[in-house]
C-alpha cells in the first residue's frame, strides 16, 4: 500500500508502504543512457530523469521518478483490480516496467501524456519475475491523471485532488471523495472538557485503509500553509505506516519502507527510511545530466 500527492509549486511526495524490500536505489538516468523497449522505438537520447529502483538483470525498475522538466510518474500497488492486455495497433504499447521510463524520458507535461495512445502489455521483464499489478500516477504541478488498467481496458482519470493512493479503483476513490467537503480545519465549539486549540479535520478516519489515506492525504494538501519539502513530509508522515499496525494476509507486516520527496523547481531528491529520523538529500542531480550509463546512489 502507497499514497502520493503533489503539492503546489510541483513538490511531490511518495510513501512506499510494504512488509518487504528489495535493495531500492536512488537511481540518476542521464539523457545519453539507451533505454530499450519491445514494441516501441528505443530512445538513444531523451530528458534526464531520476527516483527510486530496484536492480534485476543490472536494469533499474523504477517505482518512481521525476524528469528534469518536473514530469512525475509513480506505480502504486493495485491488486485484484489490474488487468494488462495485449499489443493493439495504432498504439503506444509499452510494458508496465517499461511505462516510467519511456514517459519520463519522451514528455515534459501531463498534457503530452495525455495525446498518446497507451496500451499497457502484460509481458514479463524476464522468466521469474511477474508483473506487479499497478495503476500509475502521473503529475507536473499543473494537472495529475491517474493510469488504470483492469479488465474492461485502459482508463485515464483527471485527478482534481492531487493524491493517489491504492484500491479501490479511482472512479469509487472519487465517490468517496464526495464527502471530504464535511471537513474543516476550522475552529469548532464542543464539549469544554474536551477542548484543546482546536478541532481540525474533527472525525475524518485515520485507518490505514486506501480511501482514508487519500481522504486524510487529500485534506492536508488543501489545508497546508506552504508547499516546502517539509510540509509534503509531514503529510506523508500523517499517512505512514507503523510496523505492526498492518498485518496482512501471510503475516507479515506493511510498514513505510521510504518516504520520498521531489522538488521540481530544482530537480532534488529528498528521503527518509523507516528507521532513520533523519531527512536525506540525494546528491545525483548535483551532476552532469548528460551521462551515458546510470548513476545510482545506496538508500542509507
Known sequence: MCTVLTLEGNVVGRNLDLSYHYNEELV???????????????????????????????????YEAMNEHGL???????????????????CLNLCPFELIPYLLGSFKTVEEVKMCSLNLVDEVFMEGVMNAPLHFYVSDGVSSIVIECMEDGLH???????????????????????????????????????????????????DNTSTSRFMLAAFLRKYVSDSS????????????????????????????VYSTVYDGKSFAVYYKLYDGMCVKKCSLSDGSLDLSEYVFEAMV
Open 72 to 90: 512525475f510518474v509513480a506505480g502504486l500497488n493495485f491488486p485484484n483490480n489490474c488487468k494488462y492486455g495485449k499489443v493493439k495497433d495504432g
Open 156 to 206: 485515464v482519470y483527471e485527478d482534481p485532488y492531487f493524491v493517489m493512493s491504492n484500491n479501490p479503483p479511482f472512479d469509487d476513490q472519487m465517490e468517496a471523495m464526495k464527502d471530504l467537503s464535511s471537513y474543516t480545519n476550522a475552529y469548532q465549539e464542543v464539549d469544554a472538557r474536551h477542548s484543546c486549540v482546536g478541532h481540525g479535520a474533527y472525525g475524518l478516519l485515520g
Open 229 to 256: 519539502v517539509s510540509s509534503c513530509m509531514r503529510i506523508l508522515d500523517k499517512v505512514s505506516m507503523v510496523k505492526g499496525s498492518v498485518v496482512c494476509k501471510d503475516g507479515s507486516l506493511d510498514y513505510t
Open 28 to 62: 540518476l538516468c542521464g539523457r545519453n543512457v539507451e533505454l530499450e523497449f519491445r514494441f516501441v522505438e528505443d530512445l538513444k537520447t531523451h530528458y534526464a530523469f531520476m527516483g527510486v529502483a530496484t536492480r534485476i538483470g543490472g536494469r533499474p525498475m523504477f
